[in-house]
């Protein structure tokens, strides 16, 4: 169970983290004489993910917690070995989790930088 909500609460940290980064982003280059409308809707909808990302972040913190109590009730029932290798299974199941996502963003950048060049030149090709 502690697995699940480890991938889980990992996934609503990058998932969250990404959404404000877009909405930042959006923030940033917004033009010089934007709508209030959509300066204020793009505030509003940081100050919500900020909301989220700080709730995630307190549900990481007690995951940790339980994280530790788990270990330590293995740690009465484990050899030292297999032990150590569950204590390097729960740190890579985070890092492949965080590395996974990184690999979906990067893919999901080249489809849409190929479709933007495919869209590119086809006008050319109607020459």
Partial sequence: MFIGDLD????????LSGRLARVENALNNLDESPSPGDRQSLLEKQRVLTQQHEDAKELKENLDRRERIVFDILASYLNEESLADYEH?????SALIIEQRELEDKIHLGEEQLKCLFDSLQPERGK
């Fill in 89 to 93: 299974f729960v740190k890579m199941k």
């Fill in 8 to 15: 889980k609460v990992v996934n609503l940290l990058l998932s």
